[in-house]
């Protein structure tokens, strides 16, 4: 086809130009510069025959072209215009790849993995960086990093309490809202010290209790006629300092690696309270000491380590509970708060065999004192408390904790189970009925590790029953005190037969800790704003008149042309 055959068909002009716009290559400069020649004599030739309305269809295709490179380029290229375009913000990130963009972030041309690094100690974090292999890695990480900046605070900064209660759910808080994004990576399992949760106390803790219940069990007058023999309090007592030594080093092993995952269960409002389990273990494993290996009488010593960091920690936790902040004890109250306040009637008992008859009743005093507070807390549910689910679950076990473990202590520092003693026993054994009626609420919850704190205060109650029987003895205490430790014992026995199942078979016994990998801040999708039918009127005018203008912009250069 002629040049004349070209200019005098608007067909012909529009697909030229149309090239021009599609078809520029910039890898090949010949072709591109063949183009040029072709688009010079197409605008030489076509005075007075395009009309206005070919404008806007030749600007479209531009359009759709510029959307189109950014979709096949991918994180490269939005990255490179974020720079030209005052700093555009990167693309929102889904929880399943918002640790490291999953397919879409690429280096070089492999796809990067959960970057796990944001976790990591600092110190140990400083020193991977140093050893980054290209300076082209390190740019891309940098601008990954300031690219995030606009959408999520540093993660080493602490994460606002009601955050927690805002992207979490479950009575412990361990699962996502469906509208909640995270900073790691949902499909790919984590590596275990971020999996392992500091819940893992709660293992020691029913276990420990089981070995004081057998302890009474062989050794009280009430239950002499079982002719248990000791050497099962022995056997648990091993298995549960074998299990202490276990987890306790494996979480120090967190400490060190990942700290910051460390604080973010600490600023965990459930998760807060298991940072006094260690300590709790210590002294349940020191009162149940078998009696082949207990001495004539425990080394105050002993008190003072155990006792020490939970006295430092508790007046942490309980002076934000008194500041009337944002943890006050309204806001932050849920029912594994007990663990916070049980510790000081097992930290009496201890005091009390190694001689500290008055540093016993003090720690006596301080725990009743706040078991009432955070007693009646709970039990009026505040508006403002939000941890407690609607849902029933064995969590609430952990009410029955403080009154069982308050009538045992008061009864070791006075050596009598009087009327204090009794009244606080009388408390826990009606919680404890008035949560068995209820057994049915407490089907239809996946098993986790939280599971067994919620063992130990029905362990404390038994033992409390056994001491009421041993001060009241009769068929009937003789019997309910037997029927309690039998339903612990029953309760411990099936947890660990299924936290063996899970961990050595289905492999599921600790799943991605999704709680400590919140953002501080929400991230949703910014909602256009709806559309009002007077709105609708106003724009289609602005939009007519941009595009009259528009049309008179094209006529004059035509005319110049």
């Known amino acids: 086809m002629n040049n004349g055959a070209s200019a005098t068909s608007p067909h012909n002009s529009f697909q030229t130009h149309f090239l021009d716009i599609h078809e520029v290559l910039p890898e090949d400069e010949e072709e591109e510069g063949v183009i040029k020649m072709e688009d010079n004599k197409v605008t030489s030739s076509k005075k007075g025959l395009q009309k206005p309305t070919k404008l806007r269809e030749l600007k479209r295709p531009q359009r759709s072209f510029n959307r189109q490179v950014s979709l096949e380029t991918g994180f490269s ?4 215009e974020s720079k030209a375009k005052d700093e555009k913000k990167v693309l929102r990130r889904s929880g399943r790849s918002f640790g490291g963009f999953d397919s879409a972030n690429r280096v070089g041309a492999e796809a990067r993995k959960g970057d796990f690094n944001i976790f990591r100690t600092k110190s140990t974090l400083s020193k991977q960086n140093s050893l980054l292999p290209t300076r082209k890695e390190k740019e891309m990480e940098n601008q990954r990093a300031e690219g995030a900046t606009g959408l999520n605070e540093p993660v080493n900064k602490s994460v606002p309490v009601g955050r927690y209660f805002d992207a979490l759910r479950g009575p412990e808080l361990d699962q996502v809202k469906d509208s909640e994004d995270i900073l790691l990576p949902k499909d790919e399992i984590w590596p275990f010290l971020l999996r ?4 893992c106390f709660g293992i020691c803790l029913g276990l420990s209790s089981q070995a004081v219940l057998w302890r009474a069990l062989s050794t009280s007058p009430a239950t002499k006629f079982l002719h248990v023999t000791p050497f099962i309090n022995l056997s648990l007592w091993l298995l549960a300092l074998a299990t202490l030594i276990s987890v306790s080093i494996t979480y120090l092993l967190k400490c060190i690696h990942y700290f910051e995952a460390v604080k973010r269960e600490y600023f965990h409002p ?12 210590c002294m349940f494993l020191a009162i149940g000491l078998p009696p082949m290996l207990e001495p004539a009488k425990l080394h105050p010593a002993i008190w003072c380590a155990f ?5 430092f920690l508790e007046l942490k936790i309980y002076g934000q509970w008194l500041s009337g902040g944002k943890r006050r004890l309204c806001k932050v109250a849920n029912p594994s708060s007990h663990l916070s306040v049980v510790g000081n009637f097992v930290g009496a008992i201890l005091a009390s065999k190694v001689g500290w008859i008055e540093a016993a009743k003090f720690l006596w005093s301080i725990g009743f004192a706040h078991y009432i507070v955070v007693f009646v807390t709970l039990y009026q549910r505040l508006p403002t408390s939000e941890a407690l689910p609607k849902e029933l679950h064995p969590v609430y076990s952990m009410f029955i904790a403080a009154p069982s473990a308050a009538s045992i202590a008061w009864g070791s520092i006075y ?4 009327g204090c003693s009794r009244t606080c026993f009388f408390i826990a054994l009606f919680l404890y009925i008035s949560l068995v009626v209820r057994i049915n609420f407490f089907t239809g919850f996946r098993f986790s590790v939280a599971w067994w704190s919620y063992t130990f205060p029905m362990t404390t109650a038994s033992v409390a029953t056994i001491k009421y029987a041993e001060q009241v003895p009769s068929v009937l205490s003789k019997g309910l005190a037997l029927c309690l430790s039998f339903m612990s014992s029953t309760m411990v026995s099936v947890l660990f037969v299924s936290t063996l199942l899970h961990a050595l078979f289905w492999k599921t016994l600790f799943p991605n800790d999704l709680a400590i990998a919140i953002t501080k801040k929400r991230l949703v ?13 106003r724009w289609t005018k602005q939009a007519l008149t941009k595009n009259n203008s528009g049309d008179k912009e094209f006529n004059g250069e035509n005319k110049v042309v």
Do not use: C, Q, T
């Open 77 to 80: 290229v939005l990255g490179v």
């Open 270 to 281: 459930v998760r807060v309270n298991f940072f006094f389990a260690p300590w709790v273990v």
């Open 307 to 311: 006792m020490g960091p939970y006295f």
């Open 196 to 199: 392992f949760p500091i819940n």
């Open 525 to 537: 999708k910014e909602k256009k704003p709806f559309k009002k039918a007077y709105d609708i009127k």
């Open 415 to 418: 050596s009598e189970f009087d």
